[in-house]
Structures are given as C-alpha cells and as structure tokens.
C-alpha cells in the first residue's frame, strides 16, 4: 500500500501515453480511453485535494474503504448480526414486532438463545396456579382534582415522534393505527399538526422548550396560539416537555435537510436551517414555576389532563419537585418517565451514552418519591424508554408505571428496518424521512392496520403473562414476581439503587 502514489502516477502516464498512441493508429482506441477518463480525473483529484489524507496518499484505491464503510450496517445486519445481536433492539425483539404487526403468532423454535448463564438473566416467576387472562386490557384514568376532563388511557401508547423526524405517512399511519385500536398518539415537540388530526384518534399534544406551535416571534410561549389549539377535541392530554432519555438536558435536534417549508411554518421558525430546541425553559426555572405553568396549562387547555415528561438526572431535584408538589397542591397530572435507554432521531453520541438514569432504575426512584410524600395516588406514572415486548410493558407496570408509551416499536411495525439513518433524511422505508420519493412508499391506508395490529397482540400477550404469573389484572403484578440471577439466588441485596415500593396496591 506503501506504493500506491507512485504506482498511480505511473499508471496514468502510461495509460495516457499507449491511449494517445492507441488513438492515432486505431480510433477504437477511443472506448477505452472515454472509459479511464473518469478514473483518471478522480485519482487527479484525490492527489490535488489536502482535505483527506487517506485519499491523497491512496487515491482511487482510498474510495474502496469508504465504500465498506457506507454499507457496513447492511452488512452486519443481513450477514454477521445474530438473532440476540443488534442495537439498539435485537434481531429477535424485532421479528417479534414485525410477527405481531402482520397478525402472526411470533412462536420461535427450538428454545431460547440468551446465555441464561452469563449473570444477566432477568425474567419472570410463574406461578404453578395460573389464572385465567383478563378478556379485554384495563384502562387508566388520568386525571386529578384540578381535570375537569380525564382521559382513560390504553396501558400501551405511541410515544412522542415529532413530524419532521417521522415524514407526513408515517405520522398519518401512526395516528389511524391509535384512533382504530383505541390508543393515544404523542405528538411530540414538533406541535400538532394536520397530519396528526388526520387520523381522527386521541393525541397528547407535548410541549417543548422550543414551544413550536405556540410560539412567539422571539422564541418565547404564545398562550392565545396554545390554547386554540389545545382545546381540539382530538387533543385529550398536555405533556410538557422537560427532558428526553436520548438526550436530556440537550433539547431536540431537527436536521437543515428535514426542516422543510411545511415544517417550517408548523413549528413558526426558519425552512432549511438547523433547528435546535434550547435545553430548558425560559418559562421558568425553579420547581415552583415548573408547577405554576403545568397549572397554567392544564387552565387554557379547558382542564385537560396535563404532565410532565423526563429523564430522571439529579434525585435530589425530584425530590424537591415533589415537596413542592406536596407543599403547595399544585400537582400534575401525570409524569412520564423516559429511560435513559430511549429512542431519538438525531442526539450527540456522548448524550445518548451516557446521560440520564436507565428506565428500569428511574422508575422504582420515582414511585418511590411519590408514595414518600403522598402523592402516588393523585399522578399517574407513564413509562418511556425501549418498551418493545409484553413483557417490557409488564415489568415497567411491575416497577412502578400505570401505563406505557412506545416509539421505536410502532416505528418498527411501520416496517422501520433499524437502518440507522433517522438523521439522514435517507431512511429506507420511509418512515423517518421528509423525502417524498422516499416516504411515499409508505401507505398509510395498509400500515395502519399494522400499528394497531401490533398494539393489540402485544397487550392480549401482556395479559397472558400476567396470568402465567398469577395475576389476573397486569396493574397488580409486583416486582417479587421478578428474579435476576444470579443476585438473587445467592441471596444478596438488590443490585438496584432503590428498592420498588410498588408492593402495594395501585393507586
């Protein structure tokens, strides 16, 4: 490789010197010098360019590993990726979604792949008396003393996916999926939209530090623009955003290349540029005026059930929020927990890594915090962060939860193939892109009967777990119906920062 410059240089002066020579004895010569044209100008360029240093010291030859590079996720993907492999779902958790979204039974065969040996295992203690599922999923009623118009949630929901980062079919898929299965769609911070209402179905209208769609020339919280839109039948709860699990404390990120006109004029700022969400709000900035403009929401909304969505950070300010809460009787609605593990379009690597608490460690923390200060029977906990499974909506109810939001699962029964390209604007199914040759060939009228296909396999599987447990109803399943191993089998302490408090019966 040493030799790869010289031997170039060398091959185009000859080339250049036997295709002149070629041309002025045979024109035919002419085929094959139009041919190594192109090559020659690139290889020209490779070594004129001072920008990469791989392509001057190895020209031509230097694109090849570009090349592999590009399609290394297809690869590893379709040859080398095993069905336990693939992040940040697996190969298997996958079919499991596609199986269930097509009205398959997702059996597998031949017993499990897990190392069930590796000091990892986490599962589930059946019971050798199991009962009888429930025949429908319960429902959960949101909404406090200060509601005047509660909401009785399904246990499983979309979770926040603006329009922008999902492309207009996709969000009109999604929300005919939720109006057909009887479930609510997040718009996310990205504001209502006519693609949204499209379906007709129930949507939580989420708020953002960027407040789009309710937003002043400056930046700042228009309330006449919140509230006309706020109190569309369709809307039936408001979520405030305050942090994401894929990156908290950093605000969303929309790509130059998504934020198209459309975009534009919904969210109120410029097309084609870079749009980011600053990290916090300029509404307030202490646990008292986070409480006053929940309440203040929740008012211009026609008293609509209204929360708070994060990724637990610092206890100690939870902690806080809910003294606050305690102290003054200003309480939301509901919070919603997004893990750590979350799902987003577009976040810094750093951010994604390594910010913010796992779902399974969080929620625990906040039921918790809410029973010590007696609260937990006046706001509702929503789960958020890598919810694929029954058995993940399961455990996230066993931790602490009343219900559960998924994103990356309804993408996947969408037909999302985890290409990895969400921030490109080259998503391959058509799901995460702003592109019209691309997102057209999604057609909403077919993969709305996906979405709510897999919504309710996944519940009629929720419930059958529940009873293999012992437990009728999937709310009153506890954590003591758990193991991890091997901690618990030597009989060590719980690995877990904070024990679950959530033994005792559901508010």
Known sequence: MKRVKPIFFGFVVLALAALALGIFVDRAWLVPAVLAAPFVAIGLHDV?????????????????????????PEIQQYFIERHTDGKPISRNHRNVVYERAEGRSPTHPYGTERELYDGRYRGLLHSLYPVAPLAEPPRVVVGGEACAQPYAASLLNVSAMSYGALGPTAIRALAAG???GGFYLNTGEGSLTP?????????????????????????????DAFSHKATEPQVRMIELKLSQGAKPGHGGVLPARKNLEEIAAIRGVRPHTTVLSPPGHREFDDAEGLLRFVDRLRELSGGKPTGCKLCVGRGDEFDELCRVMARTGTIPDFVTIDGAEGGTGAAPLEYSDSVGWPLRYALPRVDATLREHGLRDRVRVIASGKIVTSYDVLEALALGADLCNAARAFMLSLGCIQALRCDTNSCPSGVATMDPRLYRGLVPEQKKDRVEMFHRRTLEATLELSAAVGVADPRDVTFDRFVELPCDIEGRLDRRPWKPAHSEARP
Request: charged share 20%.
């Open 48 to 72: 004129a360019q001072r920008d990469n240093a791989i392509l001057r010291n190895f020209p031509i030859a230097g694109h090849v590993r570009y090349l592999a590079e590009a399609i290394s």
């Open 178 to 180: 939720a109006r057909q």
């Open 195 to 223: 693609h949204h209402l499209s379906g007709g179905g129930d949507l939580v209208w989420q708020i953002g530090t960027g407040y789009f769609g309710c937003r002043t020339d400056d930046g700042g919280f228009d309330a």
